[in-house]
């Protein structure tokens, strides 16, 4: 079985500029990815492949003894590109260049780092142990629930809930989770297909047991720093 571990990271982040080698609690963002990635992969046989579009961020992953021939094209290198086009693309290269082909692919994001190994492992026993399902995300339970406390336009102007239901309490509400952006694990078949989407027909979860967000503002980054700095994270990084 040959898995491989894809960090996509582009260089033009508008909400935090820089964001995937900005310094957080001391080392550069990327790192804790990198990391992850080498903890799993000593235990399965995977190789590690970077998707990227600046040089500072293939010398900073050199740096961290993470290096690459490959440069993800201009096309996919916007920020309208999805990211299942991106794994896929350096995937096909991957597999051309070392001669292989792949059971799983596991993608780490860079920007939602707060995932342990124990994660990785049990969200990867879990789709092994699901011969059908195509995929697998990282969510955790949803703080607002479209069945109770979100709201949407309609046509006539006015606002109703995303979701109709006879809930008249959260927690009467049907369960609903968030997802992460922290990881996902595919089978190779899932890329198979023209224009794979994220959340497919036969799509997983993995609920994250403990504290787990991604950074898109500045203040996310000062939230998630803080908590490093201050071992305030209820869990081991």
Do not use: W
């Not at 740096?63 to 096909?92: Q, V, W």
């Not at 001669?99 to 789709?127: C, H, M, T, W």
């Not at 995300?137 to 109703?160: C, D, L």
Request: net charge negative.
């Amino acid at each position: 079985m040959k898995i491989l571990i894809s960090i996509c990271a582009r260089g033009g982040s508008k909400g935090i500029p820089g964001k995937n080698i900005k310094n957080i609690n001391g080392k550069a963002l990327i790192a804790y990815t990198i990391e992850h990635a080498r903890a799993f992969a000593t235990l399965y046989d995977c190789d590690i492949a970077l998707s990227t579009d600046s040089d500072e961020i293939k010398s900073t992953c050199a740096s961290f003894g993470l290096t690459t021939s490959y440069m993800r094209p201009e096309n996919i290198s916007s920020d309208s590109a999805g990211k299942m086009e991106t794994i896929k693309h350096l995937l096909l290269h991957e597999e051309n260049v070392r001669g292989v082909k792949y059971d799983y692919i596991l993608d780490l994001d860079v920007s939602s780092p707060l995932r342990n190994l124990k994660d990785l492992q049990e969200a990867f026993n879990a789709i092994q142990s699901d011969n059908e399902a195509l995929n697998l995300f990282s969510v955790n339970k949803a703080n607002r629930n479209p069945y109770f406390n979100m709201v949407e336009q309609q046509v006539n102007g006015y606002y109703s809930l995303v979701k109709k239901g006879d809930s008249v309490t959260r927690q009467s509400a049907p369960v609903v989770y968030d997802m992460n952006a922290s990881f996902y694990f595919f089978r190779r078949v899932f890329f198979d297909v023209p224009e794979p989407k994220t959340i497919s027909e036969r799509a997983m979860v993995y609920i994250m047991p403990h504290i787990c967000f991604d950074l898109d503002h500045p203040i996310d980054f000062d939230v998630m720093e803080y908590l490093m700095i201050n071992n305030k994270l209820d869990f081991e990084l």
